[in-house]
Structures are given as C-alpha cells and as structure tokens.
C-alpha cells in the first residue's frame, strides 16, 4: 500500500479535472475515478469505427469562451497541446429562402447581417452591446468565476451601483419578454432566442431577461478544439499527471464511505475500499451523490429530500446525426453568399419566434417538433479530424427523452429520424444527397445517459436553471458553495454554479473552496467577488 490520498474525485467530467488540476499543484495526493474508459465527460471525440480516421465529436464541441477561462491559462492548457480556433463568421441562420442571419466575430459585421432584415435591430444590437459589455465584464463573469453570494447579500451590493441595478432591472424579465420588447423582426427574434435556449433557460422565465444581452455582449464566441474536443480534457490530464495525481478509469462506484458524519473514501464495485486523509468530491449529480452513493443515514433526511427534488432541463436533450463526409458541405444558399459555406454554427429550420412555443409543447408531450436543426462542419478548420480531403459534420436537434412517454422508443426510432434529419438538411446541402455521404450514425437522449448517467434524462446541463436551482442554491440551499451537509464532502460538477456547459467553473470554484477549507496556500489568483461588487 503507498501513501494514503488526501483527496478523491469522483467522475472525470472537464470539472472534476480543473479541481484535481488545482488541487495537485497545491501538492495534495489526488485520485480521480471514472466509470467511463476515457477521460474527460463531455469532451469527447470517437473514432469512426467504420470509417478509421473521421473523429467525431460526440457530446460537446462549441466552446464558447474557452481561451478566456482562467483555468485555461493558469493550468497551462496550450503547453499540454490544447488549442483553439474561433472562426469570424461564428453563427449563420440560412432561411429556406437562401437569406441568413450572420454573427461574426466583428460587430459591424454582425449588425451588417441585422441591418439587412431590420435597421433598428441592428440599432438594439449595438446598444445592447454597449449596454452590457461593462454589465459583463465587471458582474457576470467574476461572478461565474467565484463561488456564489447569498442572494440577498448580492441584491444589496448590486443595489448599490447604476451598473448592478441595470443588471437586476433587465433580469426582471424573462429572456421572451426581453426579444419582444427590444427587438421588431421575427427572425431576429427567433434567432436570439435560440441563443437563450443553448443556455437551457426557460424562455418564458422572468429573472433571466440578461441572459440575451449579456451573450450579445460577450467578447469570445464559440470556439473548437482542434483535435477534437477530447484533446482538452487530454490536456488537463497531462497537468494532474504532471503534478503527481492520478486518474484510474473504468472503475463502478458503490458508495461513499462516511465515518462519524464524515467523508473518508469510496467503496468500489469491486469491493475495493480507498480511504482518504481530506475530502471526497462529486463530480456527479446530487441524486447520485446523496441518494446511491451515500447510505440513507450518512446524510440528514431533508437533504436527501432535497437532492430528489433536483430538476432537469425538459428542453435540453439532443438528437445527434453525425456525418462523415467525401468532400465538405455546399450549401445552396452559398451559391449568392459564398461565406456561408465557411460558417462554423449553422442553424436550419429556424424562421420564427413562434417555433420555441413549438418546440416547448412538443417537449411536454413526448413529441418530436418540426425540426430545427444546428450543427457544424469541423474539418473546415481542422483537418486532423478526417483522412487528407475527406470530411466531418454533425447536426444537433433537441428532443424529448421520453419519445411518446418512454424513453425506450429511442431505439426503434432513432435510425428513421436520423434519415428524416438527413433528408432535411440535404435540401439545404444538395450536395448531401448526391453521393458525399460516406457514413453516418445517430445518437439520441437516452444515448446520452447511458453513456453519461449524470446527464440524467439526457439533460446535458446537469440540472435545470429554474429559480430555486442557480447560483447559491444551486443544486439546493446547504449545499450550493461546493460544500455539502456531510463534512469532507465536496460538489463540483455541472450540477453546481455556475452549471452545465463547458466552463470548467464549477470545478475551478471549488478548487478554491476544498483549498480554503483545507487551509492551503493558493497558488493562483481567483477573483474576490465581494471586493468587485463593493466597488463597482
Ligand atoms: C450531445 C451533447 C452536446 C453538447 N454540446 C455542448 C457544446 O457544444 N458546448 C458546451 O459547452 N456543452 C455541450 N454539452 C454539455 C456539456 O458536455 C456538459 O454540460 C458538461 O460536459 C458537463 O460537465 P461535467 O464536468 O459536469 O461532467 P460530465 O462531462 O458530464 O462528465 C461526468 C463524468 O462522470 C462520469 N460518471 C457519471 N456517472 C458515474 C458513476 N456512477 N460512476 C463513475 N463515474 C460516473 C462520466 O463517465 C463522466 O466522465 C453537450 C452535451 C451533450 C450530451
């Protein structure tokens, strides 16, 4: 037997690497457990076992922001071998009719593409930009970037300045009444509001009318990987080797072992026991963490109440049609705008701010709603992602996990959809139909779950971002700081804030949260949230 750890992380999602990243260079002896044979969650990339050397990249693949997190830098991503690109032309719509709604990396552009369906909305574009830019950068991020303040701690401090009490005068709305009230036209609408729904927010929610704004304000966009988004979480596992911590794949968890009211291992399915000197954390979500991990009397029982009553994202799961491809796609709509076949998101079957409600109700009745559809082709700006010339691209459409009210009719339906999917959007790609189809397979939400049982119902958030759920109470009040009832357990996955999507916050916050507890010195600089919020 070596040395006993100090710490254990359970899962090896792109948090739970950022914490053991942090946590192995304060000079603990850190192992991270993963059920999964590769590490990394959501980034994820697979090889085409048909078809060697097309990389797909099967769970997440736009970035938004990624360079710009401060893990990215202070973990030394880029020497380990990540990099990224963010290409200029980051979002196109392309209606039926071969017009497009373009965000490029450059706002003139950006409002170019707006003035062209509606002058005054590209007048509300820049307004916002400008309105919210500071809103952004002064509030939004360093509180993502920092463990949450009680709300009505944060209510006060923002009260206090014209910029926090802008903040919380737009966030009285919801992100529905923000698109109808600031902007006139249909597709402009539609379009910002599908951005609202990549963050999973109930659009008709009042308290989140920020969210549009503040992603219009945001300076980074979306951004890939190249290699795949797999090679990120390559990357930070090449930080944690190098700083003495370990990662053991393809283990089951049983339990978390609890002595006198606390933490101090893991029992394995194998019967295997790790005990622990310091803290054990879940990368997991709080139904697995309190409810199969934890025996029914390691945890008070309103807390175990209150782990069950954790909610997921009714809108969030993903239908997946993953292509490989002869040659890239060619879009008609690029015969008049040549651009669009260098776009990187591309989003079809969008026109109008009605389809969300579509959507939405389709959702609630286990239905499939007309599609609306977006996706990518990643080789345009990676070639290392097929074989020389030849060609990757996928389309994500969100979906109701409980298809006609069972989740197992994914099986029997899920070839036909994807040929439904393909079919769609070869109208807009003729070229899609006429032989540049090599391969293609689907995956569907229950796909996801099996493969990712933390996503559960396929909600790639980890967690909804109902009221009760978010910032100092997400996942639920007692333990929304990282910190959990049961001492030396930690949270540190999408579950927690500032929630799911890839961030890496929710683990670089509790990487400084276990440091405190435990009374280290901390190496890096995170930001003092309340200092920021006092001096605004
Ligand atoms: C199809 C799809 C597309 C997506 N696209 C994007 C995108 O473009 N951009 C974006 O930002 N986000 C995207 N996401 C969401 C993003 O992947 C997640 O929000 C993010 O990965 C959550 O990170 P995490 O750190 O919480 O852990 P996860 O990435 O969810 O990883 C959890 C880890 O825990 C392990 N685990 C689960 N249960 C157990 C268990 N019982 N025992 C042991 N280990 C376990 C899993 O194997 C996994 O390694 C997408 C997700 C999916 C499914």
């Not at 990394?40 to 360079?67: I, K, V, Y």
Request: hydrophobic share 40%; proline share 7%; aromatic share 8%.
């Amino acid at each position: 037997m070596g040395e006993p750890y100090d710490g254990l992380i359970l899962g090896t999602g792109h948090n739970a690497l950022v914490l053991h990243a942090y946590l192995a260079r304060c000079g603990l002896r850190v192992l991270s457990l993963d059920r999964a044979a590769v590490a990394g969650g959501g980034l994820a990339t697979e090889e085409n076992p048909r078809l060697p050397g097309f990389r797909h990249n099967t769970h997440s693949f736009f970035h938004r922001a990624l360079t710009a997190m401060p893990w990215y830098r202070d973990l030394e991503l880029e020497r380990h071998g990540a990099r990224y690109v963010e290409p200029e032309l980051n979002v196109a719509l392309i209606l039926p009719d071969g017009r497009s709604l373009q965000w490029w990396t450059d706002l003139d552009r950006t409002a170019d593409s707006f003035a062209e369906f509606s002058r005054k909305d590209a007048s509300a574009l820049r307004r916002w930009v400008e309105k919210f830019r500071p809103i952004v950068e002064q509030i939004l991020i360093p509180e993502a970037q920092s463990p949450p303040l009680p709300p009505d701690q944060r209510r006060t401090f923002l009260e206090r300045s014209p910029l926090g009490r802008r903040l919380l005068e737009v966030a009285e709305r919801s992100p529905l009444e923000f698109v109808q009230q600031e902007f006139e036209h249909d597709v402009i609408r539609a379009g910002l509001l599908f951005f609202n729904g990549l963050r999973e927010i109930d659009l008709r929610l009042r308290g989140f009318g920020h969210a549009i704004p503040a992603l219009l304000a945001g300076r980074h966009k979306a951004q890939m990987c190249v290699g795949g988004s797999a090679k990120l979480a390559e990357a930070l596992v090449v930080d944690i080797r190098e700083h003495g911590g370990e990662v053991r794949l393809g283990v089951g968890l049983k339990a978390i072992l609890v002595r006198q009211g606390r933490a101090v291992g893991v029992e394995l399915a194998n019967g295997e026991r790790i005990e622990v000197r310091a803290f054990v954390a879940s990368g997991l979500n709080p139904q697995q963490t309190f409810l199969k991990l934890l025996d029914a009397d390691a945890a008070p029982r309103a807390v175990r109440e209150q782990a069950a009553k954790f909610q997921y994202n009714l809108i969030a799961p993903l239908f997946a049609l993953n292509l490989a491809l002869r040659e890239p796609l060619r879009y008609k709509a690029a015969e008049q705008r040549p651009e669009l076949n260098d776009a990187f998101m591309v989003i079809l079957g969008l026109e109008r701010l009605e389809q969300f409600h579509q959507i939405v109700a389709a959702h609630e009745q286990g239905q499939i709603p007309p599609t609306v559809m977006w996706g990518a082709c990643p080789t345009l700006f990676d070639s290392n992602q097929a074989p020389p010339g030849r060609h990757t691209a996928f389309m994500w459409e969100k979906l109701p996990y409980a298809l006609h009210g069972n989740p197992a009719e994914w099986d029997k339906e899920k070839e036909a959809h994807g040929r439904a999917l393909l079919d769609l959007w070869s109208r807009f790609a003729p070229n899609l139909a006429d032989g540049a189809v090599l391969d293609w397979f689907a995956r569907s939400p229950l796909d996801t779950e099996r493969q990712l049982p933390n996503m559960h119902h396929g909600d790639l958030l980890v967690g909804s971002f109902a009221q009760q759920q978010i910032g100092y109470n997400r996942p639920f009040p007692g333990a929304g700081q990282y910190r959990t009832p049961v001492d030396g357990l930690y949270l540190c996955g999408g579950s927690t804030h500032p929630g799911g999507n890839i961030t890496g916050l929710c683990g670089y916050n509790a990487a400084r949260v276990i440091a405190a507890d435990l009374g280290l010195h901390l190496w890096w600089q995170p930001p003092d949230i309340e200092a920021i919020l006092a001096a605004l």
